[in-house]
């Protein structure tokens, strides 16, 4: 079987809108008959992608875009300086075409003036790595003078040397399925392991130069919709899976490495500006696997509430444990190693009940990342 990787976390949120649907309000979940606070596994999986950028270097992590055809456009002309704009748009565009990509026609107003001029886009968002991208510009630069591009020659160029985040979260492309890249890691939505609803909050603007002039009123009052929840939050990575995908076996530690830090310190930053929702995990287990990946959610299908004068996070870290030590003993799915890292005393029962080792993030992320390749 192959290795999977298995994260668990709890983290408490203070009030906050992290997250909100088409209406603004915070998202949410019924689970256990209850209503729950939820982050969508999107909009974590995008705060992962933007951490990566401050782990990797350029290179590593790729372009989700639409605008492709200026991203390959403007490398064309990095690499052959006398191709003019018109002509850099127009071979990357047969580029695109040539392989099966929709485009659309978006109207922009030109740097230099006033007039309106239309772009072409990709239909929709897709994934490119940079060595992709660069690959790609210098096929075009080799082969310019030919009248029409093949899919045949192209192809390799978009599926080879795929950059982390691609071979992590996969990629879709509706009209050129053999692009598609199977995703690695899945990612659970975040949900609350206690009962919480929507609140709101009334704000009002003052205008000072009329509070100055001593006159009553406020210039504008609203009100914005936030939730605080402890969170159970979820993920896996197969590992053969992202060594298949990356390609390169000498980047798949580092890769580890990455995910395992970035599933840890990122965050989703909807209304944090408001807000300043900057908490961290308060308790986080992990565990590499053999047979299956297994989440804990069902820890909290009842609603945690505060027990034997302990908060929520206590208790809620101890529903986790036993809800391991159950699988484990019911039914034999011991891992191959397993970790756990927190604040205080919320790991205690994970070390009573010998279900992992006692680390913390530095000393997690090396750990994790050799557990895991040390059979390979």
């Known amino acids: 079987m192959s290795i999977t990787i298995d994260f668990h976390a709890l983290q408490t949120l203070p009030p906050s809108l992290i997250n909100r649907d088409d209406t603004g309000a915070p998202k949410t979940a019924i689970f256990g008959g209850a ?18 950028g401050e782990t990797f270097p350029t290179g590593f992590v790729g372009y989700r875009t639409r605008r492709a055809i200026e991203l390959l456009a403007d490398r064309i002309q990095e690499l052959d300086v006398s191709i003019e704009d018109a002509e850099a748009t127009a071979l990357s565009k047969k580029v695109f075409e040539a392989v099966g990509f929709k485009l659309v026609k ?8 006033k007039e309106i001029e239309q772009k072409s886009d990709l239909e929709y968002t897709v994934f490119l790595s940079v060595r992709q991208v660069k690959n790609l510009a210098e096929y075009v630069v080799n082969h310019r003078e030919e009248k029409r591009f093949t899919k045949k020659a192209l192809a390799p160029l978009f599926d080879q040397e795929h950059s982390v985040d691609i071979a992590m979260f996969g990629r879709m492309v509706a009209d050129a399925k053999d692009f598609n890249v199977d995703a690695s890691v899945q990612v659970a ?31 504008m009052m609203g009100t914005v919709q936030m939730m605080s929840s402890t969170l159970y939050r979820f993920a896996t990575l197969d590992v053969d899976s992202l060594a298949e995908n990356l390609g390169n076996q000498d980047v798949l530690a580092e ?122």
Not at 35 to 52: E, G, H, L, T
């Open 35 to 52: 209503p729950r606070q939820r982050v969508s596994s999107q909009a974590w999986k995008r705060a992962i992608r933007k951490d990566f």
């Open 189 to 219: 939505h975040a949900i609350g392991v206690h009962e919480s609803e929507p609140e709101f909050d009334f704000y009002t603007a003052v205008d000072d130069i009329v509070e100055a002039d001593e006159e009553a009123g406020a210039a």
């Open 255 to 376: 890769a580890i490495k990455a995910f395992t830090k970035s599933f840890i310190t990122s965050l989703p930053t909807g209304k944090q500006n408001s807000f300043a929702h900057n908490s961290v995990p308060e308790l986080v287990y992990v565990t590499i696997r053999d047979d299956r990946s297994i989440s804990l959610v069902n820890a909290f299908e009842e609603p945690v509430v505060s027990e034997n004068n302990q908060g929520r996070r206590k208790s809620a870290a101890d529903r986790l444990a036993h809800e391991a030590e159950q699988i484990q003993n019911t039914y034999g799915f011991v891992p191959q190693a397993a970790f756990v890292m927190s604040l205080g005393d919320l790991a205690d029962a994970f070390i009573e009940m010998d279900l992992a080792k006692k680390t913390t993030l530095p000393e997690l992320v090396e750990a994790v990342a050799e557990a895991a390749t040390q059979e390979r």
């Open 106 to 113: 978006r109207k922009t107003t030109k740097a230099d003036s």
